[in-house]
């Protein structure tokens, strides 16, 4: 019999890529908060991370043996309220149980002044969704110690779509004004190649701690949405401009420049540039 993998925030970005994928190994279990009809694959199941008492008797049921925590992987009000006590609970549960647990975490839990973060960088957040998933790791780390926490940079994808870079085309074709910031760096990681690296994590238990899985390229902003925009046919107008975080007065960790030596070590497939994936599926 296959071992039984619950998925959290299935019905989201990352979710939803991982869900097919996931299939193929596990006996799946969907979970999602809202929009079950965009999972795509496995038996759905609705759930609130914030109901205490629900999420453990869903646990005590399905009795999991794998945890994938890819839920509130986004900065939404309602996904920060989700953070802390969806992670305390699955990580007691997995440490109980004996369940693998991998905890999808992010690079905001640094403050972007002092790069390169490598895996064992402590964090430093200043956002509060970073100070939200930053506890959030505490708490895995504390409760469950066998767990693999991820720490992804920006999760992006052409087919379909990711939200930002959908953000990004949907003003281009307004024609609005639309600012990239040109100081501020992330390393960001192709959506499946992220999936193929925590379908590894999950078959490998004697992996745990941190963990970041980035790609290897350092981009700004203005640098990385223009790859983006070209691969997509689209030429930047007048109306896509640079800017700086500088210069916005926003809050924001300006450099958070990720080393992968853990994945690089450890995973069989490649956590490759934004250029490498754009020759590959060109």
């Known amino acids: 019999m296959a071992p039984r993998l619950l ?16 299939a193929r190994r596990f006996e799946l279990y969907s979970a999602f908060y809202s929009n079950p009809d965009r999972v795509t694959a496995g038996t759905p199941i609705g759930l609130d991370l914030t109901d205490g008492a629900a999420l453990e008797r869903a646990l005590a049921e399905l009795r999991p043996d794998v945890i994938l925590h890819t839920a509130a992987s986004n900065r939404d009000a309602q996904n920060c309220e989700a953070i802390v006590p969806g992670a305390r609970a699955l990580a007691a549960f997995a440490h109980e149980s004996g369940a693998r647990l991998i905890h999808l975490s992010t690079d905001l839990v640094f403050d ?20 939200a998933k930053a506890e959030a790791e505490a708490i895995v780390a504390e409760l469950c110690p066998a767990a693999v926490i991820v720490r992804p ?9 990711d939200r930002q870079t959908g953000w990004l085309v949907d003003g281009v074709k307004r024609g609005d004004r639309v600012t990239l910031f040109t100081d501020e760096f992330r390393c960001p990681v192709w959506v499946r190649d992220l999936c193929a690296a925590l379908l590894q994590l999950a078959a490998r238990p004697n992996i745990a701690g941190p963990m970041n ?9 203005w640098d990385f949405g223009t790859k983006l925009l070209a691969a997509l046919g689209f030429a930047p107008g007048s109306n896509v401009v640079r800017g700086t975080v500088k210069e916005s007065g ?3 960790s300006r450099n958070l420049t990720l080393i992968a030596d853990r994945a690089k070590k450890i995973l069989e497939s490649p956590l490759r540039s934004v250029d490498e994936v754009l020759v590959a599926i060109s």
Do not use: F
Not at 7 to 22: K, Q
């Open 153 to 161: 940079s920006l999760i992006w994808g052409l087919d379909p779509i």
């Open 112 to 131: 972007g002044e002092h790069p390169p973060y490598l895996d064992d960088a402590p964090p430093c957040p200043i956002m509060r969704y970073g100070k």
């Open 250 to 252: 926003l809050v924001r």
């Open 213 to 221: 899985l980035c790609g290897p390229q350092a981009l700004n902003r």
């Open 7 to 22: 998925l959290t925030g299935a019905s989201g970005y990352l979710g939803s890529h991982l869900a097919p994928l996931a």
